[in-house]
């Protein structure tokens, strides 16, 4: 960074600053990864010149031959990963994209069905708080409150009783295997369009440790920065009976010209994301995620759902009578960042919430398998019970980067399986 230490050493610091961070916590954080090398390289590169509104070959500017093939690369490559009819690169984040996706297909007040935010879905699948919840008449399902599995015959009934024009499937904290297959049935039986936001689970579907919606739905919305290992950033995923009409609601409806640089860092993760490499990275993930949530289920914490399937999992604080900001906080003291929130049927506000969410992304980037997620449940255990000593966590957080010094955040990890 010679350049910008030179030029603004403030930003240079705060960014030397984010990187000690990284190499010496424990991210635990579902949503977020360590991108590799060649990723940093594209998205900093000289492609963040070039305005390029419009699509390959079809540019409102000139100069457009280099990012054409930079786009069309990442268009194919998306296409050819998930085995999809059509791919727009274009979207700047995962809420937009699901934004471009209703405005193609709903009109203002249109009905829609999506996952409760209090039981694991997002704030775009029509949360009140949220434009869709504004826009459009919204209602949402949930999990059995036994199990805390979604209720398949909940969302039936529900679909039936309000008949949506589209369905929404995803989720940013449900622990389980989604069945596309059934929402599939719901939405035939209603004749509702069916979109599916994989925002979370991408990397997992590209692995093939989740079983892809693509087969089933009409639309599939993803973010590239999770599990996916790419930059922040989105892409949708449509039939081809879909493709001018989702295009052209992306450009010239919601966004002007696209982010070049992003778009070609996104063609380099999903090169990545097609090799054996990640395939393995994707196993152990949930590997990891299992071997974690069971090491924390011994010591006696209560697990949303049981255990998990995928890259994360819920743990309700309940019976340890700590909430789940007070954990968040004492946690990323010792060193080991993660984040509250709520559980199904929870009693605590979104600010405190009961529960905190626990993923294994970024600790599997940098290396470590299930015995190194035992060491880990042991710190949590540690400083959760204890969770005013300030000494402990101190004392945590020195073990702890220690600990990270032998996983180095380096762009070879990701090669090392």
Not at 54 to 72: I, L, N
Not at 361 to 367: E, Q
């Amino acid at each position: 960074m010679t350049a910008l230490m030179k030029m603004d050493p403030d930003i240079a610091g705060v960014i030397s600053g984010e990187e000690r961070r990284e190499a010496d916590k424990i991210i635990l954080i579902a949503s977020e990864n360590y991108v590799s090398q060649a990723v940093i390289e594209a998205q900093g590169s000289i492609l963040s010149n070039k305005y390029a509104e419009g699509y390959p070959s079809k540019r409102f500017y000139e100069g457009c031959e280099y990012v054409d093939e930079a786009e069309s690369l990442a268009i194919e490559r998306a296409k050819d990963l998930f085995k999809a009819e059509h791919c727009n690169v274009q979207p700047l984040s995962g809420t937009i994209a699901n934004l471009a996706v209703y405005l193609t297909m709903l009109k203002p007040g249109d009905t829609i069905l999506g996952m409760n935010l209090s039981h694991g879905g997002h704030l775009s699948h029509g949360a009140p708080a949220s434009f869709t919840g504004r826009i459009f008449q919204s209602y949402h399902y949930g999990v059995s409150r036994e199990t805390h599995l979604i209720d398949y015959d909940e969302v039936r009934t529900m679909a039936r009783s309000v008949k949506p024009r589209m369905i929404v499937v995803g989720a940013s904290s449900y622990s389980r295997i989604i069945d596309f297959g059934k929402f599939r049935e719901i939405a035939d039986e209603v004749g509702a369009l069916l979109m599916s936001d994989i925002a979370h689970i991408a990397g997992l579907v590209a692995a093939g440790v989740h079983p892809s919606p693509v087969p089933y739905v009409d639309f599939v919305t993803s973010t590239t920065h999770k599990t996916l290992r790419g930059p922040r950033g989105a892409f949708i995923l449509c039939r081809k009976e879909y493709a001018s009409k989702i295009d052209s609601t992306v450009f010239p409806g919601l966004q002007g010209g696209p982010f070049m640089n992003i778009i070609a860092a996104k063609a380099v993760c999903f090169k990545e994301a097609q090799t054996e490499q990640f395939r393995e990275y994707g196993k152990q993930i949930v590997r990891n995620a299992k071997a974690l949530c069971q090491a924390l289920k011994e010591k006696g914490y209560d697990i949303v759902t049981g255990s998990t399937d995928n890259h994360m999992f819920l743990v309700d604080l309940t019976n340890k009578g700590i909430t789940g900001r007070d954990a968040a906080h004492a946690l990323d003291r010792a060193g080991i960042t993660l984040n509250k929130n709520v559980i199904p049927f929870d009693t605590q506000s979104p600010y405190v919430t009961s529960g905190i969410r626990i993923g294994t992304p970024i600790v599997t980037t940098r290396g470590m398998r299930e015995r190194e997620m035992a060491q880990i449940a042991e710190w949590i255990d540690r400083v959760l019970s204890n969770v005013s000593d300030k000494s402990l966590q101190k004392q945590v957080a020195s073990e702890v980067k220690a600990f990270c010094t032998n996983y180095p955040i380096r762009p070879e990890i990701r090669n090392e399986g």
